[in-house]
DNA sequence: ATCTTGACCTAAT
DNA sequence: CATTAGGCCAAGA
């Protein structure tokens, strides 16, 4: 079985707990390729396909919401991390740390 | 096979 | 603090 590389991300993705954020690089790096960090992104610009991926749950390496711009306007993707207990603040997450999730868990 | 693009990351200026 | 540059990888045309 030959899997894109999406789906391992995809995988990954899916697999993020309530409430908890990751970022491209982590997922990346996880897989083995930390240097596909934008490979990772990029995958989820086609995961729009899927509905199972939550990629609001996937922020870049400053827990900025880069790919807010992305959604269907400009707070869905601000909307659903609250909605999860997440602050948002200029579209940054905070207290990033304390809301990173790690792959490996 | 070549070229372009992209939701990144790091460092330098 | 804002901007630029380079690197790195994968998929689509």
Do not use: C, Q
């Not at 897989?31 to 199972?52: C, E, F, I």
């Not at 880069?66 to 269907?72: A, I, P, Q, V």
């Not at 993707?77 to 997440?86: A, N, V």
């Amino acid at each position: 079985m030959s899997e894109s590389f999406f789906e391992r991300v995809y995988s990954v993705v899916r697999k993020i707990p309530e409430g908890k954020v990751t970022s491209y690089g982590a997922i990346a790096n996880y897989l083995g390729t930390p240097k596909s960090a934008r490979v990772v992104g990029w995958a989820m610009n086609a995961s729009h396909d899927l509905d199972d991926v939550p990629a609001h749950r996937v922020v870049n390496r400053n827990g900025l919401l880069t790919g807010k711009h992305f959604f269907s306007g400009s707070n869905l993707m601000r909307e659903l991390l609250e909605s999860e207990g997440i602050k948002i603040e200029n579209d940054k997450i905070v207290d990033f740390e304390h809301h990173f999730w790690n792959p490996s868990t």
